[in-house]
């Protein structure tokens, strides 16, 4: 596969998104990586993993970096070395990347029922209020809570941060796209504007650190 989807959004902030289609050897001729991220690589336990991580070097490539642009810090967020602000995300068949001149965070999921059943870990007691087990997109909507969760984890990655009581999404329309969260964690207080798609079977959640409360 080639790149699956690109977006500029805004005027400074551009998404990659990569279909993981093929097979590992495909993927690790066309990639030349650095020491450190070979060693990672041989490590992972599965090949999935080792294909996803591939494929976000194939995403580098498509925004015309190399893995030898990138460097992670000691917590293991990315930072690319121009400057510019980049967040990472893989699951199952797809990558994506996100890169921008303001900090940004992504997270790509597989929808899965599964989630209902660890709902009650991530979920604060604000988002408990509006949220219906009964709804026919509960899977979906849940999904996008946990995406948001970890998109502003992926932001602003402070040791202690729990998504169930420091991360709160505001009731929002599951066909609009959109949706604003807030973080309360020790004297941090921090509002974000979050967009949200599905990508066939997966949700794709990118979330901004917003000036001011009134996005709400
Ligand atoms: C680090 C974390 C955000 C990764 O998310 P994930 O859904 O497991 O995996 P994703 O594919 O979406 O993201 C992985 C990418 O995130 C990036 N990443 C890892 N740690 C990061 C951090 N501290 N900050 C920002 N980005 C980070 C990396 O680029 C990584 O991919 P790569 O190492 O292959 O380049 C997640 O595992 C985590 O620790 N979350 C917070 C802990 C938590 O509270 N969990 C649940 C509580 S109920």
């Known amino acids: ?3 699956f989807k690109y977006e500029h959004i805004g005027t400074h902030t551009h998404l990659y998104i990569w279909k ?5 050897d495909d993927l690790f001729d066309e990639i030349h990586l650095t020491d450190m991220n070979m060693i990672r690589l041989m490590s992972m336990k599965s090949v999935q993993h080792q294909r996803g991580f591939l494929s976000v ?3 580098f490539q498509a925004a015309g970096y190399t893995d030898f642009d990138v460097t992670y810090d000691a917590t293991g967020k990315p930072h690319l070395n121009d400057g510019h602000h980049i967040s990472i995300s893989h699951s199952h068949g797809f990558s994506a990347i996100m890169i921008s001149d303001t900090t940004v965070g992504i997270d790509l999921e597989l929808m899965r029922e599964k989630i209902i059943r660890i709902a009650d870990k991530f979920t604060s007691e604000e988002e408990e209020k509006y949220l219906d087990a009964s709804d026919d997109n509960y899977v979906k909507i849940l999904t996008v809570l946990w995406g948001v969760k970890e998109s502003i984890f992926k932001i602003r990655n402070e040791i202690g941060i729990s998504f169930k009581d420091h991360i709160t999404t505001f009731a929002f329309d599951i066909n609009s796209g ?4 807030r ?3 020790e004297d ?10 599905t990508i066939e079977d997966h949700m794709l959640v990118y ?3 917003t000036a001011n409360e009134k996005a709400l």
């Open 188 to 197: 941090i207080h921090r509002h974000f504007e979050v967009k949200f798609q």
């Open 57 to 59: 070097r194939k995403l």
């Open 207 to 209: 979330a901004f650190e």
């Open 20 to 24: 993981i289609e093929e097979e590992f």
């Open 183 to 185: 973080l309360d964690f």
């Open 1 to 3: 596969m080639a790149l």
């Open 178 to 181: 959109i949706a604003h969260a």
